[in-house]
């Protein structure tokens, strides 16, 4: 069954740095767009980067441009977010979102989600 496990997340100071990881299984994960969304508290959940299947193209919300990078090693079937110049508006459990495609039903999977704190 398809599987994604967040880790990486934490209690970092305002201006600090944090590189998550989602290992993923159960899917061809080199065939697969996959993407970071993130849930603060009494707010909606909002993606915060994706990238390709090749690692070739990304996006990302413009709240994180220039200070997060995704990235994927497909020998790992593991996806990255680099989070850098981190703020306390950043704070949020992030979970990692692959969508998979059966005839004409997609299905959304989700990861179980990693705390990120950012606080002085």
């Known amino acids: 069954q398809v599987q994604l496990v967040e880790s990486g997340g934490g209690l970092v100071q305002p201006g600090g740095s944090l590189r998550l990881s989602c290992a993923a299984s159960?899917?061809?994960?080199?065939?697969?767009?996959m993407s970071w969304y993130r849930q603060a508290p009494g707010k909606e959940r909002e993606l915060v980067a994706a990238i390709s299947s090749s690692g070739g193209l990304a996006n990302y919300a413009d709240s994180v441009k220039g200070r997060f990078t995704i990235s994927r090693d497909n020998a790992k079937n593991t996806v990255y977010l680099q989070m850098n110049s981190l703020k306390s508006e950043d704070t949020a459990v992030y979970y990692c979102?692959?969508?998979?495609?059966?005839?004409?039903?997609?299905?959304?999977?989700w990861g179980q989600g990693t705390q990120v704190t950012v606080s002085s």
């Open positions: 979102k692959v969508v998979l495609i059966t005839g004409l039903k997609s299905y959304n999977y």
């Open positions: 159960g899917f061809t994960f080199s065939s697969t767009g």
